[in-house]
């Protein structure tokens, strides 16, 4: 976002991780098929999301359901290297031929009746082998781990989301157009008036979803709107921002509207970003505030924001990946274009949110802006959480706060400040996190192999294409 301040929700990091955990999700019914059945439920949605953050599916008929909690729906390993454009890579060699089987097993206490789509409910999926064993492929298993490993050394995440995305009219055109809804002025009342009805039933549907809303509002680009999405322990915020997706796709096709939370929907506009919000907690304790450290941190704190800055460029490949992403990594644009952090600095990549006395010491979270619908969010916070634990453990201590904009700086003053560009293309977003063991462990050898093959088959699809293109490609995969 350039030149303006954002009104955007700072999300708050109320309560505890184990409160939030024992409240997560909305489940309306039991693994009961009749119970389902007699709620109308024709049909249930298990959902996950593939290397490109894509969302992919299988629905099964309400009467099969309590089958598929026990054994699974069959589906194809190769999800795991297909590319954005549902082309299917062979560059991965374990995952090099059309044959064999996994297993798709619901989270059944996740389970969700869709407000927006009565006659189905909703469940996200884990991958397992056929055999039932865990599968390395698995990226809600890759989250799972690294929460594991931060409750060994007594640490709980919440994590909460700033979801942006671009509202176009669905009526005429030829399918592709961009038409936004709106392209006045932003943050205001007209443009929310603009959307009266989808948005009523968008905030009534995501909150019988079990998504909780901190607000709504439009945003800066034309027709772009924004929600933001309270936080809970990881794996639940993951499962929401997938939930929240289904919710507002069915809300905007109820009311002639097509919605896309693409990184960049048209070159030269501002992006749509995900922020993520995570802050970590000690005994209930949140380590982001109640110090006389770096903007009040406390020494673990302060690491796990150091931790995040030193393997930032490895981080922002999985949680910014997309070719759509990098054209939307633009300084001076509010992307967070460059290695450094800030106190409530909107420019930085790294944003921390600081306690103040209204709203508490609870409240304290670090923003990551170049996070976007590309990434897997299971992934996403995976890499977050390792970059942070990695902070802690070796005991770093982050750099001074910088509260201008660097992009307005000389190289040489940058570089004084070890301040560097992100990555801008495949090649440097793939060497970064490739070169990171930590980050790259915590993948997972074979999945990070798999996500790399995946990058290298999206550039080489795009090649022969231009910027505009590119970016047309992404427009209505998310």
Do not use: C
Request: no cysteine; charged share 20%; hydrophobic share 40%.
């Amino acid at each position: 976002m350039p030149m303006l301040d954002q009104v955007t929700a700072d999300v708050p990091q109320t309560g505890t991780p184990q409160a939030e955990a024992s409240q997560a999700g909305t489940p309306q019914t039991g693994t009961n098929d009749l119970d389902l059945a007699e709620t109308g439920v024709v049909g249930v949605t298990i959902v996950w999301a593939d290397n490109n953050g894509i969302p992919r599916s299988r629905t099964v008929p309400v009467g099969q359901f309590g089958a598929a909690v026990e054994r699974g729906v069959g589906v194809t390993p190769l999800f795991a290297v297909f590319d954005s454009h549902d082309g299917i890579t062979f560059g991965h060699p374990p995952l090099s031929t059309p044959s064999g089987d996994i297993r798709l097993m619901p989270v059944a206490d996740r389970l969700v009746r869709l407000a927006g789509q009565p006659g189905f409910a909703w469940v996200p999926g884990r991958q397992v082998a056929a055999d039932g064993s865990a599968w390395p492929y698995d990226q809600r298993g890759v989250l799972e781990r690294q929460v594991s490993r931060a409750a060994a050394l007594g640490l709980d995440f919440l994590a909460g989301y700033e979801m942006e995305f671009h509202l176009s009219r669905a009526d005429g055109g030829d399918g592709d157009d961009v038409r936004p809804i709106y392209e006045g002025p932003s943050y205001g009342p007209a443009k929310m008036l603009a959307v009266d009805a989808f948005a009523e039933q968008l905030l009534r549907d995501l909150d019988r979803n079990g998504v909780p809303v901190g607000q709504f509002h439009g945003e800066y680009g034309p027709g772009q709107f924004e929600f933001n999405i309270a936080p809970a322990d990881p794996v639940t915020a993951a499962d929401r921002q997938l939930l929240a997706r289904q919710t507002v796709h069915a809300a905007a096709r109820a009311h002639g509207l097509r919605a896309s939370f693409a990184p960049l929907v048209t070159l030269g506009q501002v992006g749509n970003g995900w922020h993520l919000h995570t802050s970590l907690h000690r005994a209930g304790t949140n380590l982001l505030s109640g110090s006389d450290g770096p903007a009040g941190m406390t020494a673990e704190g302060g690491a796990y924001l150091a931790g995040l800055l030193r393997d930032l460029p490895a981080v922002v490949a999985v949680t910014a990946p997309s070719l759509s992403s990098l054209q939307r990594l633009r300084p001076g644009y509010w992307s967070g274009a460059y290695t450094f952090w800030g106190v409530e600095n909107r420019e930085a990549a790294l944003r921390l949110v600081p306690a103040t006395p209204l709203l508490g010491a609870a409240h304290a979270n670090v923003e990551l802006k170049p996070s976007d619908a590309s990434a897997n969010p299971y992934l996403a916070l995976a890499a977050v959480i390792a970059a942070g634990l990695a902070g802690i453990e070796d005991g770093l201590t982050p750099p001074d706060p910088v509260q201008e904009d660097p992009g307005t700086w000389t190289d040489e003053r940058r570089a004084e400040r070890g301040i560097r560009r992100l990555p801008t293309t495949v090649e440097e977003q793939l060497g970064a996190l490739l070169t990171n063991e930590r980050i790259r462990s915590a993948l997972g050898e074979e999945l990070a192999d798999a996500f790399r093959a995946v990058r290298v088959s999206d550039a080489a699809w795009a090649a022969d294409r231009d910027a505009a293109d590119v970016v047309r490609s992404y427009r209505w995969l998310y």
